[in-house]
Each structure stands twice: as C-alpha cells, then as structure tokens.
C-alpha cells in the first residue's frame, strides 16, 4: 500500500511539474518550430465593414505568400491565422485570447481603432507583440506608451491636425466641422481638430457625433448645413464616409470634405460616383498609379495570391505592414522570440519601409510614422493636392 501511495503521490508531481513547466514555457516554443512561424490576426470580417476587412485580409495574405515563395524567413514557413471580430471590441478580445492561448501565435496584428484598444490592452498582460495593426489613437495606443505595442499608422490625433489645419490653410474652409464616432478614436480626432482651428484662432462650427455602426446620417448633416458649415472632416469609416456625404447631398448641402488615411482609398469613389468628386483624404503610401517598384511588386503579388480583391488603401496598408511583420520577425535571428522581436523593433531608427518610408521606434516611443500627404478625387480619380506634411 506505501507503494502504491508512493507512486501515485510521484505522479502527481511529475504532473503538477508538467503544468508548471507549461506554464512557464520560453516565448520560443510559442508559435515558432523548426518549419514555422505563426501569426495571428484579429479582422471585421462581419459586421459594419466587412468589405475593410475582407481587403485587409488579402493584403495580409498576399504578403505572407510573397515570403513563403521566396523561401520563408530563416528556414521557416509562415502561417497567419484570422479571427472574425465582427468589429466588436468583446469579440476581439476573444479573438485575442484564442489566437495567443490555444494557436500559441509568436505575434499579432489586426484591423480597428474599438477593438485594438481593447485587444492591445489584454496582448499588453500576456506579453504578446502587437505589431501594426490597422488603427490609431493617440491616447489609447500610439502614445500609450505599451511595450508590445509598435504603431506604423499615424495616430488620429495627428492626422486630424494636419488635415484640418491643411484644410484651413489652402482649401479656404471658414466654417470647419467634423463627424466623429463616439469612442476614443473619435475623441482623438475631435482634439486634434480642436488643436488645428485653436492654431489658427478658429473654433469649430459644429462637431457631430454618431455611434459606431450607424447607418443614418440625417440628422448629423442637417445640424451641419444649419450651422454654414463649408467644410466637413469625415472622422468615420469609409463605409460611413459614404452615407454621410449621400445624406447630405440628398438636402442640398454641398461642403468640401476631407477623410483620413482610411478614405484615401478607391472604394470610396465606387460607392458615392460622381459625389466623390473633390472628396480630399490624406494618404501616407504612394499611390497604386505610382511608378514605384516596391507598388508595382505589391500590385503584382495582391494579382497572383488574391485575384479576385482589387487594390485599395487597406490592401496596400496590410501588405506593408505585413512586410515590416515579416523584416522583424526576421531580425529576431534564427531562433525568433517574443523578446528577440521587441529588442529587434526597437532598433529600428529609422526602418526604410519599402511602402511606407521611414518607420521610427525607440525603447521610449513606439509611435513611428507622423507625415501625411493630401490627395483630392479629380475626374474620377485620386490625385496628389500636396507634399509631404509632417506633424509638428
């Protein structure tokens, strides 16, 4: 009986030691074998913009698959592993915990300012690298000062300085305004037009706001035309972009509009016609039309790896993004880890994106693009309006 006692009671130990050392296993065993690299993904694949996030996931892929083809990185595969978060932020929190405790990915990316607040904040405590997702907010995660977190789209905040000021400035807007959505992307955006007219010694002539997924924006433009306002900055969703000039053309008001970086996209003239003629947006890649080889590569690969999804903003963001995914891991060394891959990133000063210029990290500032361009729908077409705009 004492030996049988004894062999269960070492059993139990063996066991309890087994989870222990589970639980306390290196980051190298997580997401990383001898054939592979795994990365996650959190995406609106349903909900209020499926379209944004069916163009992030072709560029994601299209990437990966360009590596993958040219042999891996160091030796090995990559595989990259979407959730569908519907563009809710609970949902991508689980879309987060799924992804890094039962698929154990090295790193993640993903799509949305609502859900990678959230998401960041839970990657943050397990201590997972977060690398250029597809969203910005100045207080909540370009400059929030989290370790995991490394930002390649500028922060709305300074987006929304440089494009209203600019807009004051050479478009002769008088009577600024703007719609935000009520979250802290849009609070970002709503202080960094307050910055830009304040500069100019201006106010803002209305300020609208409208929950996330909204679909009706009538009463948001007629509290707009009543207030005179000439110019409107779209702080919304492309799809959102959409009804709301739709809307507001259905009553008559004709104000100049200007979108961030993610209206600076094709899909939005497929969707308002000929009433995205003179929409402004600010881009921060060179354009689809651009002679650059690094475009031209990234046209040819979105062809090949997904022939069915056409060339947008969020195509091009994710494939750069992806390739600055990739260029990290890759500088991690034969042996990647989550640490390896912070230590790597943080070296960066600057990193030369092949799409998006220089990217900029420092061990105290994860925050690493502020420059902007304007663009304006002309004939149908986007067309540069100006140089680069750095934030001041």
């Not at 698929?103 to 609502?114: A, E, I, K, R, S």
């Not at 859900?115 to 397990?126: D, R």
């Not at 689809?288 to 979105?302: C, G, Q, V």
Request: glycine share 8%; net charge positive; with cysteine.
């Amino acid at each position: 009986m004492r030996d049988i006692k004894f062999v269960r009671q070492l059993a139990a130990a063996i066991a309890a030691g087994a989870l222990v050392a589970a639980a306390v296993q290196p980051a190298a065993a997580q997401g990383v074998t001898d054939k592979l690299v795994k990365i996650g993904a959190y995406n609106a694949l349903t909900g209020p913009i499926p379209l944004t996030g069916k163009q992030m996931s072709a560029g994601w892929n299209a990437a990966i698959q360009a590596a993958n083809d040219a042999g891996g990185v160091n030796g090995r595969k990559l595989e990259l592993i979407i959730e569908d978060d519907g563009y809710e932020p609970s949902r991508a929190m689980a879309a987060a915990r799924k992804l890094v405790e039962r698929d154990q990915v090295l790193v993640m990316t993903g799509l949305g300012t609502p859900t990678t607040v959230v998401a960041a904040k839970y990657l943050e405590q397990a201590k997972v690298p977060l690398l250029f997702p597809m969203g910005a907010s100045s207080t909540q995660l370009n400059q929030a000062g989290l370790k995991q977190l490394f930002m390649a789209h500028p922060a709305y905040l300074t987006q929304a300085d440089i494009i209203v000021g600019w807009m004051i400035d050479n478009a002769g807007s008088k009577k600024p305004c703007l719609v935000y959505q009520v979250d802290p992307s849009g609070e970002d955006h709503f202080a960094g037009a307050k910055k830009a007219v304040a500069a100019r010694k201006m106010e803002l002539a209305a300020a609208e706001t409208f929950e996330r997924g909204t679909t009706d924006f009538s009463a948001q433009v007629l509290k707009m035309k009543n207030a005179g306002c000439d110019f409107v900055y779209t702080a919304t969703t492309l799809e959102a972009s959409a009804r709301l000039v739709t809307a507001a053309d259905r009553i008559g008001f004709k104000p100049k509009y200007a979108g961030f970086t993610t209206q600076a996209d094709a899909t939005l003239i497929k969707l308002l016609g000929p009433l995205a003629e003179g929409f402004y947006a600010a881009d921060m890649m060179p354009r689809p039309e651009s002679d650059d080889p690094a475009i031209k590569a990234y046209l040819a690969n979105l062809k090949k790896y997904s022939p069915d999804v056409d060339p947008t903003f969020f195509t091009a963001y994710a494939y750069a993004a992806m390739q600055l995914v990739i260029e990290a891991i890759k500088e991690a060394g034969p042996q990647p880890t989550r640490e390896k891959v912070i230590a790597a990133l943080e070296k960066w000063n600057p990193k030369q994106s092949a799409m998006m210029g220089p990217v900029v990290f420092s061990a105290n500032d994860h925050d690493g693009k502020r420059s902007l361009y304007m663009i304006q729908v002309k004939g149908g077409k986007w067309s540069k309006a100006s140089d680069w705009i750095v934030s001041k």
